[in-house]
């Protein structure tokens, strides 16, 4: 099983990424998908959530109203876009898979990690 996360880097306060991570070696609409981060020296935090379908999702508080999360079950990968970047975004992003239909925002309920992609918010 492999989730590889791309198109993180670094942008000015204001501005906006899409993440994507493409997974393999799973039946891909069989899984939840979530989006969490973590900055240095702080927990890792849940950003968002999708259920297998697509058709139900769910937001961290801090990113609520700026960033939203899809999948495309076809290309077997889950998007993350984020407007409005703040300072406070800046951590490494983090894909995760959960076998089953919901998304939860507990890090420990996902079955597989990709390695990460560091986004940086500075002016």
């Given amino acids: 099983v492999q989730l590889v996360e791309s198109g993180g880097g670094m942008i000015q306060p204001g ?6 991570c493409a997974v393999s070696g799973l039946s891909f609409s069989s899984y939840a998908m979530g989006w969490f981060r973590q900055a240095p ?10 259920t297998w379908s697509g058709g139900g999702t769910g937001y961290g508080e801090s990113v609520k109203g700026r960033f939203t999360i899809s999948r495309d079950n ?9 407007n409005s970047l ?5 951590a ?8 089953g239909t919901n998304w939860y925002n507990q ?3 996902y079955d ?7 986004v940086t918010v500075s002016s």
Wanted: hydrophobic share 30%; proline share 4%.
């Fill in 15 to 20: 501005g906006s990424l899409r993440l994507s």
């Fill in 41 to 50: 020296g702080k927990e890792r935090e849940f950003v968002a959530g999708i």
């Fill in 74 to 82: 076809a290309k077997n990968t889950v998007y993350l876009q984020m």
């Fill in 86 to 90: 703040k300072p406070e975004d800046t």
């Fill in 92 to 99: 490494d992003y983090y894909c995760a898979a959960r076998r």
């Fill in 107 to 109: 890090p420990a309920r």
């Fill in 112 to 118: 597989y990690w990709g390695q990460g992609t560091q």
